[in-house]
């Protein structure tokens, strides 16, 4: 488990350099009192382990940029990959002071050893397309959802899932899977979105595709507080979701999608331990009072189970997900 005196620790992304497990997180004081006042502060930590479990912090990885910067106010989640000249390259999600924080953009930084990550001069800045997606114009939500980038490579072309919301459909049910591609990992091409809107989910947060034991799953993360009315009237609990896949670049039917855990964890990721065991993180958000936690979990193992992937141990999931919308 991961808890820090000083900070509260949400989002997070891994990088394994072989040896070591590098998890990468949201971080911001406690002093603030009130965690709802996190998000404006927050900056990227970091932290290695050789076994999940135990942890051991170092400086932070990332933080905002000097103003006037489109990332001069905090440094939201992201992903980690190697590129073929043996870096690595961090995407994360930058929101600025000018904008008061409400749109979303995503743009990386890079590194030799996963320690010291630098900003490159001319990088790209990727943002919604308006074909496609909400922006702070059109926006239906509090904010742009732009955000979130999972990056990874397919069939020879780098493919990136993003948090965000469609340009048409009921203002509680756009949530959608972005996508961006590229042949590089710095050049990328905005795509239309891998999902449909009308799933049930106001947003799909911190997407994650990947093969757990030669079969595809995808996760997100979703609150009940932003699900659509018409599914939070058949269910009201948020949390982890999963949604079955035959690809890990689409097309996903989310309306499919089912519960993995309550909303005691949010933001699971998927990583295989040193043992080839698949392994569930999340941080935890709310304890058994509803109040607000803020610290990494223990890894806790999953498997499939009636073609559904399961925490161990934990109760079954209903047979057949939610269905909403259309």
Not at 16 to 24: N, W
Not at 224 to 231: D, I, P, T
Request: glycine share 8%.
């Amino acid at each position: 488990m991961l808890r820090l005196a000083a900070s509260w620790v949400w989002d997070f992304w891994i990088a394994d350099d072989g040896d070591r497990y590098h998890l990468y997180f949201l971080k911001a004081s406690r002093a603030l009192l009130d965690p709802n006042r996190r998000h404006w502060r927050a900056t990227i930590g970091h932290a290695t382990s050789t076994d999940l479990t135990t942890w051991t912090e170092h400086a932070d990885a990332v933080i905002p940029d000097d103003s006037p910067a489109f990332d001069d106010m905090a440094t939201w989640t992201g992903s980690v990959v190697r590129q073929d000249d043996g870096t690595w390259r961090m995407f994360y999600t930058a929101v600025s002071r000018s904008e008061g924080g409400l749109a979303q953009r995503i743009s990386s930084v890079v590194s030799d050893d996963l320690f010291t990550w630098r900003r490159e001069a001319g990088r790209q800045v990727i943002e919604p397309d308006a074909r496609w997606y909400e922006t702070i114009d059109t926006r239906q939500w509090p904010d742009q959802a732009w955000r979130d980038p999972w990056v990874f490579q397919h069939d020879g072309e780098w493919h990136m899932l993003i948090t965000a919301r469609a340009n048409h459909g009921d203002p509680d049910d756009r949530g959608v899977i972005g996508h961006a591609t590229s042949p590089d990992l710095t050049t990328w091409t905005v795509q239309p979105p891998l999902s449909q809107p009308g799933a049930g989910f106001g947003h799909l947060e911190v997407v994650q595709t990947i093969d757990v034991d030669g079969k595809p799953i995808g996760l997100f993360s979703c609150l009940g507080s932003e699900l659509s009315n018409a599914r939070r009237a058949q269910d009201p609990i948020g949390g982890v979701w999963a949604f079955p896949t035959d690809s890990p670049t689409g097309p996903f039917d989310t309306a499919r999608s089912y519960r993995l855990t309550d909303e005691q964890l949010y933001v699971g990721r998927l990583v295989q331990d040193r043992s080839g065991s698949w392994q569930l993180l999340a941080f935890r958000n709310d304890d058994d009072n509803g109040g607000w936690v803020g610290e990494i979990s223990d890894p806790r193992p999953v498997g499939w189970v009636d073609g559904q992937l399961r925490l161990h141990g934990s109760e079954a999931a209903p047979a057949e997900p939610l269905r909403v919308g259309s």
